[in-house]
């Protein structure tokens, strides 16, 4: 206890956060992650531990560096300290007070010295059309930076939507052959943090979770964290009992949509977005501040196929047809009744009492009737 | 004058007391199902909406009173007169099967505080089978009521009632012949508006009144047996066999017409497949046909005609065989989609129990207290 | 004449005219002039259930509770306390909406409003009465008795009664325009109907909505079609969507006669749970056979003229027998 408290003594200099905020932060990504409170303490001393920080390569493809912006703006811990000061970020073209060839010369040096260690994290698309010539840095395509900087990072995060899978460059007709890092590296595994841009939370859990145990957290089939994206903003949303009341906007700023009700007939895509935004919101600013909170239909950002590529008004595809006891079966039927053991015996009972009858009362009239003769 | 006597004797017998113990607990659950509702004591449910007090308290119970109806056919339409003996009893068994057919309806009504509604002419539904149903049992137990009143006013002694009620007689008998050959034909008509929820082995659309109607008249004379042969195993009457035999022999002619109509229909809708490739159903039809051949095969042969166990046996046979036939039609393979099941609770068992029990009962009290059964004298 | 063959004639005759009464039995009844119906398209739904609470809220039903599972509405399937439902078909694992094989649908169970009802047919006493100008079949509790054969005799099991309630009632859709409700008459539409979010319940006459359905039945699938919300033939707004690969079938253009509330599906229907019919109604049968045996009432009068006949004789030879 004596080394912790010195440990965070020191990182309350370090990240001049208040011991009881950073260790609340801790809980709250620990909760968000679903891990055990206990994990939360080993979260807290993995970040205290400078000796622990990960090098970081942060690459930027085809994109608005939105993911980079809303990182900076997170705030309670101040997260840009903790992001600063919980990785080592070695490159990073958006953050680098250098530029030109001094900070590719670090690049090259800091992925030659910790091979295999670094954290590679992508932020925007990859062009792949025309052999990639489309994006450019330093006399590079993105599209070899990628494959050189993925070869031997530890592990690969693909941070925002474009990254993920191609994002607003990727859609119809996509004359650079925009692509996410996933479609590049294929057969190396990239946990993807979609969204347009993505929530910073669900970004710096995922690291959190990276430096405590040195391993990414599950994720699904896409890439994505399964704890921040396990499910349908539809399935969290605070405008959901107006959904099943059937109570809907039908136009901005009429009756239902000041009061307050269901965007899905104005195009809302929660019911095929994946994403945590109803419980998380964003940036913590608080007072229901994310698209729905604030009465525009969610656009599906984060989601592939759905976000820049279905029409903004159209109806989106519920998929809320799990899990399976919300909806009853077409067999299922109130009051159906079983054969109650009393009742069977009973129904055997009449039967056995008629036919023992008739054979006793035939046994009887035989005698009778030979008594007779 | 009256060729029947009261059979006299103590009425508590260990039999009725048990009974008696059956009814009590009838009418416990009958007083639960008129205080908190049908839901509480069945297992009706939304598939089958009727269960075993309309299958078995009026359909099967009214086909079993069809004694009194069986009878008079064969001694007033027919002029069989040996079989006047017979009558008297059958028709008492009729007006209680009947009267507590009508009460199992009443039961069974979902909103039974209502019931006059249907006899109110400005509701009639001209289309509606159950109207046919309905107003011609209730006219026909009034019916059976009048022609038993003569056992009653015999033992009342008045005699000019009786005298004046015997002059028009004839009439009721009339009715007593008509309205069970309508009612008892349109309980097989229910099935037809059922359409696709009957199995195709028993919805037989256009002949299901003339099946349900043969049917009933079988057993009509059946019951007439098997009531003849426990007066001489319970009361120690003498045996009737020789008169019973030849009732054995009417009833061939309805087995034989009715085995024909039923397979001569299926022939020609085009489902005697069916008969060997619908599982269960085809269970339960070979099951129902095999107890109306056996009794076939029984009263075919004259040697076995002439024994009361052999009578009985086959009697007994063909109420089940016809109690199949209504079971299977209306429940057992009857099938309203997929999910629904049903299978009686035992408290609605019980309530029908103890209907069955308190006919029992009061057939008992009648036949000791009311001239009914006939008097040996010339038997 | 000789008893018997008074009475072979009388037999004869009966049966006669019972055999010719059975062969003109009457045809399907025909749909009313202005019927009014819904088109259900299992397709557009997405099963959001505000069909399910919008009829709860007209008809003023409680929710079905499942034990204490949950506090919301649960039915599982129409009651006396619920008129419609959404139920779901699934196959495998359930995977795509639409498909048969390892997908799912949302399927609504309520009254099709039968073109030629079975439970107005089987009532006794009118309770179940088909109105003749919009074809919508309603129920009347004043006049019921309760004998709940509306129930075995609706080839889709609708009519549901109050079991768990001692002066319990049949229950049904009567499509939002029964005493007190009456939103068809006021010129509004079904509640189900208005609510529906993607127009996959449409109110509307039944023709424009038979026309509608066999549009949609010729459209090609992954074309996209603008549905319309509402009443078909006035809809208050439209959403476009592409097209899926329905049947080609409208469910209640035929079947026994036809329904005015018609379903459109992408998944055969009878894994819907939709019963095996024909074209000709079972009421048309039933009352084919009810009618040629008492229409007038002259068969069982020609029957009993005969029987009072012949039992007078046997009564009387009785008699002077001296064997009453």
Request: aromatic content about 10%.
């Amino acid at each position: 206890m004596a080394e912790n408290e010195s440990v965070f003594s020191e990182l309350e200099k370090r990240l001049g956060v208040s011991r009881r905020t950073f260790l609340k932060f801790c809980s709250g990504v620990a909760a968000s992650l679903g891990l055990p409170s206990g994990a939360a303490m080993a979260m807290a001393e993995a970040v205290a531990n400078p000796k622990k920080r990960p090098p970081v390569i942060w690459l930027h493809g085809q994109e608005c560096t939105g993911p980079t912006e809303a990182l900076l703006r997170s705030e309670q811990p101040s997260l840009e300290h903790l992001i600063l000061d919980l990785i080592s970020l070695d490159y990073h073209q958006t953050l680098d007070t250098g530029a030109g060839h001094q900070v590719e010369d670090i690049k090259k040096q800091a992925m030659a010295a910790n091979k295999g260690k670094y954290l590679l994290v992508v932020e925007g698309a990859i062009p792949v059309k025309d052999d990639g010539i489309y994006c450019k840095i330093a006399g590079e395509t993105m599209l070899d930076l990628t494959h050189e900087a993925a070869e031997h990072a530890a592990a690969i995060v693909a941070y925002g939507s474009c990254a993920s899978w191609g994002g607003v460059q990727s859609a119809s007709p996509n004359p650079t052959g925009a692509q996410g890092a996933p479609q590049v590296l294929k057969g190396k595994t990239v946990v993807t943090i979609p969204g347009c841009p993505p929530n910073p939370a669900n970004f710096i859990g995922t690291v959190l979770y990276f430096v405590t145990y040195g391993s990414l957290p599950p994720i699904d089939e896409k890439g994505r964290p399964k704890w921040a994206y396990g499910r349908l903003i539809h399935e969290n949303c605070y405008r959901r009992p107006h959904f099943d009341a059937g109570r809907f906007a039908n136009q901005f700023g009429d009756e239902g949509h000041r009061k307050g009700y269901c965007l899905y007939k104005l195009g809302c895509k929660g019911p095929e977005t994946y994403n945590n935004c109803p419980s998380l919101e964003y940036n913590n600013i608080g007072g229901g501040v994310w698209p729905v909170g604030v009465g525009h239909p969610c656009f599906g950002c984060s989601e592939e196929g759905v976000g820049f590529n279905k029409a903004l008004f159209s109806l989106s595809e519920v998929q809320t047809h799990t899990p399976p006891n919300m909806f009853p079966a077409i067999e299922e039927r109130e009051q159906s009744s079983g054969i109650g053991a009393g009742a069977a015996a009973l129904a055997g009972a009449a039967v056995g009492v008629v036919v023992g009858a008739a054979a006793m009362g035939a046994k009887r009239l035989d005698e009778k009737e030979s008594d007779q003769k | 004058m009256s060729q029947h006597q009261a059979l006299g004797g103590r009425i508590l017998t260990k039999p009725f007391l048990f009974l008696t113990a059956i009814f009590l607990v009838g009418v416990y659950f009958m007083a639960q199902r008129f205080t908190s509702g049908m839901g509480e004591v069945s297992n009706l449910n939304g598939g089958y909406a009727w269960g075993i007090w309309v299958v078995y308290d009026v359909v099967v119970a009214t086909a079993f009173a069809c004694g009194g109806y069986a009878l008079a056919f064969a001694v007033y339409v027919f002029n069989k007169g040996q079989y006047h003996p017979l009558v008297r009893p059958a028709v008492l068994a009729s007006l209680l099967g009947y009267a507590l057919g009508g009460f199992g309806a009443f039961f069974d009504m979902g909103r039974f505080w209502q019931f006059y509604e249907i006899f109110l002419p400005g509701n009639w539904n001209f289309n509606s089978v159950m109207l046919e149903v309905g107003l011609c049992v209730a006219t026909y137990i009034i019916i059976l009521t009048l022609e038993f009143a003569p056992a009653l006013l015999e033992r009342l002694g008045m005699k000019g009632l009786l005298k004046a009620l015997n002059k028009v007689l004839f009439l009721f008998i009339a009715l007593g012949v008509l309205l069970p050959t309508m009612h008892q034909s349109s309980l097989g008509s229910l099935l037809i508006a059922m359409g696709h929820k009957v199995h195709p082995l028993w919805q037989t659309l256009q002949l299901q009144p003339l099946l349900a109607l043969l049917s009933a008249l079988i057993m009509g004379f059946s019951i007439v047996v098997f009531e003849a042969s426990t007066s001489v195993v319970g009361f120690g009457k003498k045996s009737e066999s020789h008169l019973l035999s030849g009732l054995g022999k009417i009833t061939v002619g309805l087995l034989v017409g009715f085995l024909l109509v039923r397979f001569a229909t299926l022939i020609l809708q085009g489902k005697f497949g069916l008969i060997f490739s619908s599982g269960f159903a085809s269970f339960m039809f070979l099951l129902e046909t095999a107890l109306f051949v056996v009794p076939l095969l029984i009263l075919l042969s004259p040697a076995k005609r002439e024994r009361g166990s052999q009578l009985l046996i086959a009697a007994v046979a063909m109420l089940l065989a016809g109690t199949l036939y209504r079971f299977d039609a209306f429940l057992i393979t009857f099938s309203p989609g997929p999910g629904f099941s049903y299978f009686p609770s035992a408290p609605e068992i019980m309530i029908t129990f103890g209907v069955v029990a308190f006919e029992l009962m009061a057939y008992l009290v009648m036949v000791k207290l009311l001239p009914v059964l006939h008097s040996e004298q010339h038997a | 004449m000789k008893r018997r063959d008074f009475l072979k004639a009388t037999l004869g005759g009966t049966a006669a005219v019972a055999c010719s009464g059975v062969a003109e039995a009457r045809p399907n009844l025909e749909p009313a002039d202005n019927a009014v119906g819904m088109l259900f398209d299992s397709t557009l739904c997405i099963g959001c259930k505000a069909c399910v609470a919008k009829c709860k809220e007209v008809n003023e039903m409680p929710p079905v509770i499942d034990g204490d599972a949950t506090t919301w509405d649960s039915a599982r399937d129409l009651s006396g306390d619920t008129l419609n439902v959404i139920k779901v078909y699934r196959d495998g694992e359930a995977e795509v909406k639409d498909r048969e094989e390892n997908g799912f649908c949302f399927e609504k169970r309520s009254c099709m409003h039968c073109v030629d009802p079975g439970c107005v047919s089987v009532c006794p006493c009118t309770a179940m009465r088909r109105d003749e100008k919009t074809g919508i079949v309603s129920h009347h509790p004043d006049v019921c008795i309760g004998c709940r054969n509306c129930m075995v005799g609706c080839p889709y099991n609708v009519p549901q009664f109050q079991y768990n309630e001692l002066f319990g009632q049949i229950q049904k859709c009567q499509m939002c325009n029964q005493a007190g409700v009456g939103r068809i008459d006021n010129g509004q539409m079904t509640g189900c109907a208005e609510v529906c979010p993607t127009g996959a319940t449409l109110f509307g006459p039944r023709d424009a909505l038979l026309a509608e359905a066999k549009r949609r039945t010729e459209l090609k699938p992954g074309e996209t079609y603008n549905y319309p919300r509402g009443d078909v033939s006035k809809p208050y707004s439209h959403h476009e969507k592409r097209v899926p690969e329905y049947l080609q079938h409208v469910w209640g253009e035929k079947e026994a006669g036809g329904t005015n509330v018609m379903h459109l599906s992408a998944v055969s229907f009878d894994k819907l749970g939709m019963p095996p019919l024909g074209e000709r109604s079972a009421a048309s049968i039933a009352e084919g056979v009810q009618h040629s045996l008492y229409n007038f009432m002259a068969l069982p009068a020609i029957a009993l003229a005969g029987l009072t006949y012949v039992v007078k004789r046997n009564t009387d030879d009785d008699d002077k027998g001296g064997d009453a």
